[in-house]
């Protein structure tokens, strides 16, 4: 006697189905948001100018992020700007946080440093010298070093993309003089 498996499988897709369907309003319903980019219009600026070097990956991220909102200009002199973005140092570092019983690295941390500042066209200070520190923890198994050299590789873009929002949220909260 067989039995209708067909009939089986799909109650329990439907069953998912609903469930994730019942999850997604239920979070809908509570304002739950994913964390995004800074909304649109949401810098206090029309005109800004970034004083970063032409081929940095900071810079490239942090320009397209603001080439998204529509009603900002970037300029291409400070004099122009009513914000100036001016790196004053970015490093990445690697640290040792963990060894083996043998005396082997069996995890890093890696560090990600960002400082800036933020200054008007008169070149009056509008956001002092701040630093942004990131840091990821990474395991390590030296049979596996081309791996986890990408992995770290994709910690160091993913901590780029977090400096760009953390930048995009200090500058919406800046008020203009």
């Known amino acids: 006697m ?3 498996d067909g009939c089986l499988v799909t109650f329990r897709r439907t069953g998912i189905l609903g469930a994730l369907l ?9 304002g739950f948001a994913l964390r995004g980019s ?3 219009s949401a810098l206090p600026f029309k005109d800004v100018y970034l004083a970063f070097p032409a081929n940095s990956p900071l810079g490239t991220e942090l320009r397209r992020y603001l080439r998204a909102d529509t009603r900002l200009n970037l300029v291409s002199a400070q004099t122009l700007a ?10 990445r570092s690697k640290a040792v946080l963990s060894l083996n019983t043998q005396g082997r690295v069996r995890e890093f941390s890696l560090f990600y440093r960002f400082s800036f500042q933020v ?8 956001l002092p010298p701040t630093e942004i520190v990131l840091r990821r923890d990474i395991s390590f198994n030296e049979t596996q070093a081309i791996a986890k050299e990408k992995e770290e590789e994709m910690l ?18 800046i008020k203009p003089l």
């Open 2 to 4: 067989s039995r209708p």
């Open 22 to 30: 019942a999850m997604a309003l239920l979070l809908s319903a509570c």
């Open 38 to 40: 800074t909304p649109q």
């Open 82 to 91: 009513e914000a100036s973005v001016e790196p004053l140092s970015e490093t």
């Open 119 to 126: 200054k008007d066209n008169a070149n009056k200070l509008l």
């Open 156 to 173: 160091y873009r993913d901590m780029q993309s977090d400096l760009v929002q953390q930048i995009l949220r200090r500058l919406a909260a």
